[in-house]
């Protein structure tokens, strides 16, 4: 399999540490780039995996051309659409074969449920996902379902103003002396923005920068901030920060994967957006 070059920390984790074991071969890929994808194929390739935008970096990749390069191989496209959802990009209607979602996060919505799931429109392969779910016993209970369910019935309104307040969190973070980078993709100057504003509805949530002074600067960002509560998870109507170096990607150091010492992840909650501006710059001191 092709796997991306920046993606949630336990995702590599997986393939890395259990699914290799199985003598499942992956290549590590830069997906914001088709040519690189192709490149990374080989003749066994069987599934190209991406995230998009993908965590903590917020790359975007070309799902309709990643699509189209997969099924031109003879292997599937899985999209982890965690950050986006899918009231804000839908990548089967772009061509993916399986969609992979954490319901913990902005599906749920309230950081009060843990749960996944895969879609398909393939109706073989959800027979085949199915046997495998029973099997394995990956079943949701009923109050975790419902918990779940009770979210996507405001996903519209909550991704709406994550994505406002997330536009005017970057716009400010470009402008602080002490960030030396903003990635985001509903900036016009990231490198994905122009895929971003052709594939999602609006740019999600997530906010990720670099701070002057390294590790140590970047943790003590963290530490000092009170309206974003330090916290590993994301996509909560509360704002949360974290160190993915330290915390979500402490296990992709050393890999294809590792991330920036420097790097700070936000997620964007929906609270007065003055809040939250407020918050970062005392915190950035
Ligand atoms: C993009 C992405 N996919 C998958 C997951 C895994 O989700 P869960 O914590 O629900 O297992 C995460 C968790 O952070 C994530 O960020």
Redesign the pocket.
Known sequence: MVIPNDA?G??FRLFAKVVARWGVEWSVADTSDPAAVRAALTPKTKVVWV?TPS?PLLGITDIAAVAQIARDAGARLVV?N??ATPYLQQPLALGADVV?H????YMGGHSDV???ALITSDADLGEELTFHQNAMGAVAGPFDAWLVLRGTKTLSVRMDRHSENAVKVADMLTRHARVTSVLYPGLPEHPGHEVAAKQMKSFGGMVSFRVEGGEEAAVEVCNRAKVFTLGE??GGVESLIEHPGRM?HASAAGSALEVPADLVRLSVGIENADDLLEDLQQALG
């Open positions: 949630y336990g995702t995230e965590n982890d965690t950050f992979v954490s319901l913990t996060k843990v749960g996944g998870s994301l979500t």
